[in-house]
């Protein structure tokens, strides 16, 4: 297979810097640009980078020289992982461009013509990259809390109803990016407010499973309350949930609706796609940050302690890997999915 050459925005940040991780040795797309801050271009990538994730920088981008975020690119396929203060400008203009723009950024998330995707849940809403006028396209995937929460809630959804969800976060601190939360603010520490999260929360589940119409995105029609801590876990978000629905399912229905779930088929086979997207564990203790992370590689939704909740039904506790299947990772299974479907040629 011919891999298609693609650019990272952000490449020298926390998330740019998972991209080129995961995407390095990728079997179908390739990394032939890397992009930055005016006060990184010109560099190369090694001298540009302060390097935060495990190992080396892969050989093949060490000496790459870091492009500006304000010059044309030559890649098909362009990763974002800017921060929101630039994304929203940058990636419209690369998307009136003609590139297709895979945003980890938050700006366009909402945006009407902009789909919101998980691929197992809702890939039908690539449909609205036709919708925008753009030469190019623009395609988001969502906050990291918000995917392992629409991973578990899809499924339970279609087959039970949803009426009401609340759920609490504990967030990882390396989703705040590097340098993180302040050790002195962090250490021995819980702190119960981080910015925009909840709102994300309450919002961007209700465009993911809602349902695509003539007339875009109708919203599913139910309530999210969130609050959103920040805990001293370097990587792994978990998430406190408690739901009610419309069709009253017993702890083991909700089990087994989760266990059983795949998402389309034509999409399972994808190489960043986990072969079982949300597993449930069985274990009082479990899911765990230490140990239970990188079950299916960072991409899996992780369910434990599914059980009965005497004021809204059934709770349960997820946990994701936030900046792997919460971040880059989620954006390259979408553009795989974007591929894979003929929205690239069409």
């Known amino acids: 297979m011919n891999q298609i050459p693609v650019a990272v925005l952000g490449a020298t940040g926390t998330v740019g810097q998972k991209f080129v991780t995961l995407l390095h040795n990728h079997p179908q797309f390739r990394i032939t640009e890397l992009v930055a801050s005016p006060r990184s271009a010109g560099k190369p990538y090694h001298e540009a980078c302060n390097w935060k994730q495990p190992g080396l920088i892969p050989a093949d981008y060490a000496a790459l020289v870091v492009k500006s975020i304000e010059e044309p690119l030559a890649s098909r396929i362009l990763f974002s992982g800017l921060d ?39 890939s039908d809403h690539f449909a609205l990259v036709k919708r925008q006028k753009h030469k190019g396209a623009l395609i988001t995937n969502s906050n990291c809390s918000t995917m392992f929460l629409a991973m578990a809630l899809a499924p339970l959804h279609a087959e039970f109803g949803i009426e009401a969800v609340q759920v609490t976060t504990l967030q990882a601190i390396s989703g705040a990016g590097y340098p993180g939360v302040a050790s002195m603010d962090i250490m021995g520490n819980i702190v119960p407010y981080i910015g925009d999260e909840e709102d994300k929360l309450e919002t961007e589940p209700m465009k993911i499973l809602g349902t695509l119409t003539d007339k875009g995105v109708q919203s599913a029609e139910f309530a999210v309350s969130a609050t959103c801590t920040r805990v001293p876990v370097f990587d792994g978000h978990t998430e406190s949930v408690s739901i009610r629905f419309k069709r009253k399912p017993s702890v083991e229905q909700v089990k087994e609706c989760l266990m059983r779930f795949q998402g389309p088929a034509e999409l399972q086979d994808l190489p960043s796609a986990p072969k079982q997207p949300i597993v449930v564990l069985e274990e009082n203790d479990r899911p765990q940050p230490l140990r239970d992370l990188w079950l299916e590689n960072g991409m899996a939704t992780v369910v434990g302690r599914v059980r009965e909740c005497p004021v809204m039904g059934v709770k349960l506790v997820l946990l994701g890997h936030n900046t792997v299947r919460g971040a880059a990772g989620a954006a390259i299974l979408n553009a795989e999915a974007f591929v894979k479907l003929g929205y690239l040629n069409s």
């Open 84 to 122: 929101s203060s630039v994304a929203g400008e940058a990636e419209s203009r690369y998307a009136e461009a003609g590139h297709v723009v895979i945003s980890n950024s938050k700006n366009h998330r909402m945006d009407p013509d902009v789909p919101l995707i998980i691929p197992e849940i809702n």
